[in-house]
C-alpha cells in the first residue's frame, strides 16, 4: 500500500465536515477513537457531495483531514478508485518536486481492500480559508478587486512555471506504483465527468502525441451528445450571463425566456440539440485541432502537469492574500503545454479570462509566447468539450474566428464562413443526415414532452408561454437562429415598451402577438 502511516497521535477532538456518510463515520470512528462516537442532526451529510471527511485536531493544534469518496465522482467504482489514486500520487509528487503548497499525504488506500473497508486518504489540512470565503465565514463576502485577482494571478503563474517544468513522456494522469511514479490512463474532466466514464468506445490515453488528446475530447463532445444527458446546454441559445446586461433585473428577466424557451419542445435533450453540438465537434476536428497542436518533434520534451480546477474554492489564502495552499488535484493529468499555460478563470474556470495576467517569467527563463497565444484558443476548446461553460455558442464562435478567420460577405451578401452558415451547410452533408435520423429515434415520446411543458407553464403562465412559442417559431423557420443576448435584450426592449397595454395583445417587431390559452 503506498504511503508511510505516520506514528499515532492522541487526537483531542473530531470535527465534521457535512458532506459524510453517517455509516462510514461510525465504522471509522470506532477504528480512530477507540470509543463509541457521537453526533447530533445537524451532521448528517448533506446530498450532492463527491466527498465527505473527517478532521482531526491535535494537542498542539495541528489537524489531519481523513477523506474519502461519498457519492461516486463517476458512474463506476473503478474510475472513483483510479481518481483517488491519482490524486494521492500528484499530491505527493508535486510536494516532492516543487514549492507550491498543497495538503501533505500521510497514507492512502485506493480501493476497499483495507481494515476500515473504503478507499481514503490521510492527509493534512489545508492552511488559512478558502478564497471564495474572503473573511473566513461561509459565505462569499465580497468580489476580488483587480489589484487582488492580480495578485493571486502573479501567484498561480509562479506556480504554473514549475509545472511546466515537470515533463513526463505521455498525457495522462499520475500514478505511484512500486518502482515510482508513472502516467497512465487520462481521468481529466472531459474523459469522466458527466457519467463520460461510461462511454465505452472512447480513448482515454495515455496519450503519445497532442492531436491525439485533443482529438480524443472532441469524439467525447460526440459521444455525449449522442448518449448522456445535456443538462442545461443549448448550443443555439448560450445561458444568459450577468455581463451582457445592464442590471440585474434585466439579467433576471433574460434567464426566466431563456428557460421559458428550453422548457418548449424539449429542446435540451431533442435530437435536433444533439446534432449541433455533433456538427461542433466535427468542427473542432477539423479546423480548430490542427491549429493548437505542436508538431511531433517539439513534443520531445514531454508534457507538464496540470489542475484542471483552479477556482475560489480550491485556493486558499491568508489574510494578505498569500496563497497557502491548492486543493482537489482529483483529475489533474499531463498536458500539452500551452492548456498548462492558459489563464485560469475566477471564480470558476468557466469564466474565461482572456487577458495573458499570469505570471509569464519566473527567474532567468521566459515562456515562448506562442504557448500563451494557443493557451488562449484552448481556454475556449477546453470550456466547449467538457461542457463546462453556459455560452457553448460563444465559445464555439470564438474558435472558428481564430481558426477560419475573421467573417466575410459572400456574393449575395450573407456571412458564408459564419458560424451558423458553417453549421447549416454541415447539416445537409449525407453521413449528417443519417445522423439526424439515428438521434431522432430516440427523441422522447411527443405525449411526455407535453406533459412537462404544461406542468412548466402551468406554474409561469400563458404569456410567458406564447413568447416562448414566437421565439420557438422563429428558430424552426431560419436554420442561422441564434437565441442568444441579443434577441432577449430585444425582446425586453419590446416588452418594456407595450408593457403599458392592458388588452393582452404585445407586438414584436411589428406583429402581432395574442395572448392566447391552449384550453
Known amino acids: 500500500m503506498p504511503g508511510d502511516m505516520p506514528a499515532t497521535r492522541r487526537k483531542r477532538n473530531i470535527f465534521f465536515h457535512a458532506d459524510f456518510n453517517l455509516t462510514h463515520l461510525l465504522r471509522l470512528a470506532e477504528r480512530l477513537r477507540r470509543q463509541p462516537c457521537t453526533c447530533d442532526d445537524s451532521q448528517i451529510p448533506k446530498a450532492g457531495a463527491l466527498n465527505w471527511a473527517i478532521f482531526l485536531e491535535f494537542d498542539d ?66 492552511t488559512g480559508h478558502p478564497l471564495a470565503t474572503l473573511s473566513g465565514s461561509s459565505t462569499l463576502a465580497r468580489v476580488l478587486t483587480e489589484d487582488e485577482k492580480k495578485k493571486i494571478m502573479r501567484q498561480l503563474g509562479c506556480y504554473a512555471r514549475q509545472l511546466f517544468g515537470l515533463h513526463f513522456p505521455t498525457i495522462g494522469s499520475l ?78 428577466a433574460a434567464t426566466d425566456r431563456w428557460n421559458d424557451f428550453a422548457a418548449l419542445g424539449g429542446i435540451v435533450d431533442s435530437s435536433m440539440n444533439r446534432l449541433q453540438y455533433c456538427l461542433a465537434s466535427q468542427l473542432l476536428q477539423d479546423s480548430v485541432i490542427p491549429r493548437i497542436v505542436r508538431p511531433v518533434c517539439q513534443s520531445a520534451s514531454g508534457f507538464p502537469l496540470h489542475h484542471h480546477d483552479i477556482s475560489l ?34 471564480p470558476h474556470p468557466r469564466d474565461l479570462v482572456l487577458d495573458l495576467s499570469l505570471n509569464r517569467k519566473t527567474g532567468s527563463c521566459i515562456i515562448e ?78 405525449s411526455e414532452i407535453r406533459r412537462r411543458e404544461k406542468e412548466y407553464f402551468d406554474a409561469v403562465g400563458v404569456k410567458r408561454l406564447a413568447l416562448a412559442r414566437k421565439v420557438a417559431f422563429a428558430a424552426k423557420m431560419n436554420p442561422q437562429f441564434v437565441a442568444d443576448g441579443r434577441l432577449w435584450r430585444w425582446i425586453d426592449t419590446v416588452m418594456e415598451y407595450y408593457d403599458s397595454a392592458e388588452s393582452g395583445e404585445y407586438f414584436e417587431g411589428g406583429l402581432s402577438l395574442k395572448v392566447v390559452d391552449d384550453e
Open 61 to 126: 493544534g495541528v489537524e489531519w483531514v481523513f477523506r474519502a469518496p461519498y457519492s461516486s465522482y463517476a458512474a463506476s467504482k473503478r474510475v472513483t478508485w483510479r481518481l483517488l489514486a491519482s490524486e494521492a500520487a500528484t499530491l505527493k509528487y508535486v510536494r516532492e518536486h516543487t514549492s507550491i503548497p498543497v495538503p501533505e499525504v500521510f497514507h492512502y488506500s485506493s480501493t476497499n481492500e483495507n481494515d476500515i473497508g473504503i478507499p481514503y486518504i490521510l492527509m493534512s489540512k489545508a
Open 175 to 252: 500514478f505511484e506504483g512500486e518502482e515510482g511514479y508513472y502516467v497512465d490512463e487520462c481521468l481529466s474532466p472531459g474523459h469522466v465527468l458527466q457519467d463520460r466514464d461510461t462511454i465505452e468506445d472512447m480513448s482515454r490515453g495515455p496519450f503519445h502525441n497532442e492531436a491525439d488528446y485533443y482529438s480524443s475530447l472532441a469524439t467525447a463532445l460526440h459521444l455525449h451528445a449522442e448518449q448522456l444527458p445535456m443538462g442545461y446546454h443549448i448550443l443555439r441559445a448560450p445561458v444568459p450571463v450577468p455581463q451582457e446586461y445592464p442590471n440585474f433585473a434585466k439579467y433576471y
Open 313 to 346: 474554492q480550491n485556493l486558499f489564502v491568508d489574510d494578505d492574500l498569500n496563497i497557502t495552499c491548492i486543493i482537489d488535484w482529483a483529475f489533474s493529468s499531463t498536458v500539452p503545454p500551452a492548456q498548462l499555460l492558459a489563464t485560469p478563470g475566477l
Open 369 to 446: 509566447s506562442n504557448y500563451w497565444k494557443v493557451g488562449q484558443i484552448v481556454s475556449r476548446f477546453m470550456r466547449l468539450v467538457n461542457l463546462d461553460a453556459l455560452q457553448d455558442y460563444n465559445h464555439l464562435e470564438a474558435l472558428c474566428a481564430l481558426a477560419l478567420g475573421p467573417v466575410t460577405p459572400g456574393d449575395d451578401g450573407d456571412d458564408t464562413n459564419s458560424l451558423p452558415a458553417i453549421l447549416a451547410t454541415r447539416a445537409t452533408a449525407h453521413d449528417v443526415l443519417a445522423l439526424a435520423d439515428e438521434l431522432a429515434a430516440d427523441d422522447e415520446p411527443e
